[in-house]
Nanobody, 126 residues
């Protein structure tokens, strides 16, 4: 089971930007981050967890929720065992706790997650 640690959350004004990071560790022998699809989910108070974005193991494939397309960009640096979520033009409705998840299956990671981190809080407010 991977250990995932999110960071980079905080309080930002509408229209501002944040970059979230998801650092992975705990790989078994011959297993590396490039074996895993990484996804970002978020959960606002009183709402269900929703998928935000995911990136395939090599980075060649990405997907985004309609609500964040054109504003968020997911990327990965396998050498650093880290995945990023660049969030621009933030809106109050982006306020949530953001979680990263990892799974060897692209479909599973992008739809239901996998191994989870503890999350990082993003608050968009003036």
């Amino acid at each position: 089971q991977l250990q995932l640690v999110e960071s980079g959350g905080g309080l930002v004004q509408p229209g501002g930007s944040l970059r979230l990071s998801c650092a992975a560790s705990g790989f078994t022998l011959n297993s590396y981050l490039n074996s895993y699809t990484i996804s970002w989910f978020r959960q606002a108070p009183g709402k269900e967890r929703e998928g935000v974005s995911c990136i395939s193991s090599t980075g060649a494939g990405t997907s985004y929720a309609d609500s964040v397309k054109g504003r968020f960009t997911i990327s990965r640096d396998n050498a650093k065992n880290t995945v990023y979520l660049q969030m621009n033009s933030l809106k109050p409705e982006d306020t949530a706790r953001y979680y990263c998840a990892a799974d060897r299956s692209y479909t599973r990671a992008c739809t239901v997650g996998g191994d989870w981190g503890q999350g990082t809080q993003v608050t968009v407010s003036s």
